[in-house]
Structure formats: C-alpha cells, structure tokens
C-alpha cells in the first residue's frame, strides 16, 4: 500500500490534537453578538463556539488605538465577556474578535 501525505504549511488551526474546522469558524461569526449597540456603560460580547481555543478581543477607537484588549480561553459553547465603556468618549469604536487566524469585526457606538 502506497500511501503519500501532502503537507501545506499554516493550513492547521487549533491544535493536532483538536483542530479548528473551518466551518467551526463560521459558526463562531455567525453567532458573534455585541450588545447593546449603541451603548453607554459597557458592552456585552457573545459568541458560541463548537471546540475549546483560545482567543483576543480588541476595543479600537477611529484613531486604531487599543482602548480595551483581553485574551481568553474559549469554551465550547457560549462565551461572554463584559467590556466597561465608562469614561470612553462619544463615537464609533471597531471591536475585533480574534479566533486562531481569523478576525472577526462589529462596530460599537458609544453614546
């Protein structure tokens, strides 16, 4: 039996040991929730997820300056994290949620 393996570099996402399907991804954007939008004290982050990873979220402002930025564990399911916008000026923010290579983006409006 011949049997030949092809490696393509940077295609693994995850881990060898559990890794990161493209279409678990997908359902990581499909369920990404910032809320409430606009907001005034803090905002809520949600996400599902079907593997356990890690991850980063980013709070820019307009400028692309880092206002807020924490990495976490993910867990399969719901994932939530609070973000405190107290003392953040009024306008538009870009919220990035990192997952392995992708990057998945909501605008916030601070009132």
Known sequence: MNTS???IADTVL???????RINDLEWIESTFRAYPNPVTDFVQVTFNSKVK???ELIL???QMQKIFKS???VNEGENSI???MEGQARGSYILHLKVSNRTFSKVV???
Do not use: M
């Open 82 to 84: 609070r973000i405190p």
């Open 60 to 62: 820019y402002n307009l």
């Open 14 to 20: 995850g881990t060898f040991e559990e890794p990161l």
């Open 109 to 111: 409006i601070k009132r």
């Open 5 to 7: 393996i092809q490696f």
């Open 71 to 73: 990495q976490f564990d």
């Open 53 to 55: 990873t890690t991850s």
